[in-house]
């Protein structure tokens, strides 16, 4: 599991950098031709991966269900992500690693409810819901890499 942990926090590094390369607008932007924006995706990794790994583990996880509503998958941006709300994800996209990270070697996950992803993805798991998210964390980079092409 260490390298799936080292793998996950490079990602979330990555996803980093557009908080402190871009401005609150370019994070709002939705370009012609996209059905998002910078922001929501960073938004959606965070709730998937707590409704992966928590969720389906049937475990409390650790981000209000307002956010969770908002970035939830099928959804798209509403409206402007205010600062506070900008500044409340950054803070998660980090924390939550160190949370799971721990809640994992503490042996706090016991149960995971095998499911299919929206991808088309079997998880049978807590190590599949895992993989499966940095495999859904760099799709999402992906979408990101482009988005940045037209803001």
Do not use: C
Request: zero cysteines; a negative charge.
């Amino acid at each position: 599991m260490e390298s799936v942990f080292r793998t996950w926090k490079t990602s979330r590094e990555l996803y980093l950098d557009y908080f402190n390369n871009y401005t609150l607008e370019q994070l709002n932007k939705i370009p012609n031709g996209f059905s998002n924006n910078l922001i929501w995706n960073i938004g959606h990794i965070i709730v998937a991966q707590q409704a992966l790994i928590y969720k389906d583990s049937d475990l409390e996880g650790y981000i209000p269900n307002e956010l969770f509503e908002l970035y939830k998958p099928g959804t798209k941006p509403t409206g402007k992500t205010s600062q506070n709300e900008v500044t409340e994800l950054k803070e998660l996209l980090l924390s939550l690693i160190k949370k799971t990270e721990t809640d994992f070697y503490d042996g706090k996950f016991v149960n995971y409810n095998e499911r299919m992803t929206g991808t088309g993805f079997y998880l049978t798991s807590l190590k599949d819901a895992f993989e499966f998210n940095n495999y859904h964390e760099g799709l999402h980079l992906g979408f990101m890499v482009n988005i940045r092409k037209f803001i």
